[in-house]
């Protein structure tokens, strides 16, 4: 954009004076997404929920820089039910042990990463099938329209956990791959009809049509011109939907139907605590705060998110 050149008054006498130009540079216009960023890095929201996000990826990814003790190490001899001691920050009996001997700090730590692995390979996995369908359906419209959206009806009318329980009754190993396919077969409805409804609007757009009307191809148009502009909808409802997946898995491990051992599950040792939370509700009480934490941690993203995205709400 060609700079905007301003008269300055002289300070001489006005009938002499001679006005002199000043250049001053034109702002540069800011996209959606440039502006939705100016938003997000003001956010406490976004801010908080960043922190927490990132300081539980790490965890996943290297549970070793939190904890060197093993989660599955038991001493029944000496640690049979240990009550927490809270003044030992970071040790293997900083939070307690559990009615098996090991160690419930390690133990939250390690599941960390079955979580959120779970969580974030759900929300891929949705957000590419579901996506896929709901772009084609509202692109196209008509009888293919018709066919994808009683496809996506039939698996909306399904119960989402009991759905999942009874896919998981077809895997001999419950791992975190096979609670992850199980959720992601009924989790997908949601992104579809977000990603049809999105399309279905932008198609009627006019840079939409010129693109048609120059002869470019569908894969073009879908790929080059609808879908980057669709995503905004999608990404927010992925990324609530991610903190749903995880207590989710957390809710079939609990009911001994998730993740089986040898695999670490804040529900599994939920679960196990569950029994004994009379006696000794550490067992029970630390798993809830962690998996509560990550739950609202990704909730308040996808709410930062979605406020920075909706032009309504600025």
Do not use: C
């Not at 133990?107 to 759900?122: D, E, H, K, L």
């Not at 509202?138 to 989402?160: E, H, K, R, V």
């Not at 419950?174 to 009809?193: C, E, N, P, Y």
């Not at 550490?282 to 962690?290: E, V």
């Amino acid at each position: 954009m060609p700079d905007v050149i301003k008269t300055a008054p002289a300070t001489e006498d006005p009938k002499t004076a001679v006005a002199e130009p000043v250049a001053v540079k034109a702002e540069k216009a800011r996209s959606l997404w440039g502006d939705a960023w100016v938003d997000l890095r003001t956010n406490w929201y976004f801010v908080i929920s960043s922190v927490l996000i990132v300081i539980l990826l790490v965890m996943t990814v290297f549970p070793g820089l939190f904890t060197s003790t093993s989660p599955t190490f038991s001493d029944l001899a000496h640690h049979f039910l240990g009550k927490p001691e809270i003044g030992k920050v970071g040790s293997a009996e900083w939070l307690g042990y559990d009615g098996q001997g090991r160690s419930v700090y390690a133990r939250v730590i390690y599941g960390a990463r079955a979580s959120v692995t779970v969580g974030i390979a759900v929300t891929l996995l949705v957000t590419v099938f579901g996506g896929l369908i709901g772009m084609v359906g509202g692109y196209f419209g008509g009888w293919i329209d018709a066919l994808l959206s009683g496809f996506t009806n039939i698996f909306l009318g399904l119960p989402f956990l009991l759905g999942a329980m009874v896919v998981l009754q077809a895997f001999t190993d419950r791992t975190v791959w096979s609670v992850t396919l199980a959720l992601a077969f009924l989790g997908w409805t949601q992104i579809a009809r977000v990603m049809r409804g999105a399309v279905i609007t932008i198609k009627q757009a006019d840079y939409v049509q010129a693109a048609r009307a120059l002869g470019a191809s569908t894969s073009r148009i879908l790929f080059k011109h609808i879908l980057p502009n669709a995503m905004a909808p999608v990404i927010v409802v992925a990324t609530i939907s991610l903190g749903v997946y995880i207590s989710a898995e957390a809710t079939l491990s609990y009911l001994g139907l998730g993740l089986a051992d040898p695999a670490i599950s804040w529900g599994g040792d939920i679960s196990a605590g569950a029994s004994q939370i009379r006696v000794a509700p550490h067992i029970l009480l630390y798993p809830s705060i962690m998996l509560s934490i990550t739950v609202l941690a990704f909730i308040m993203l996808g709410e930062a998110v979605r406020n920075a995205l909706d032009p309504k709400s600025r």
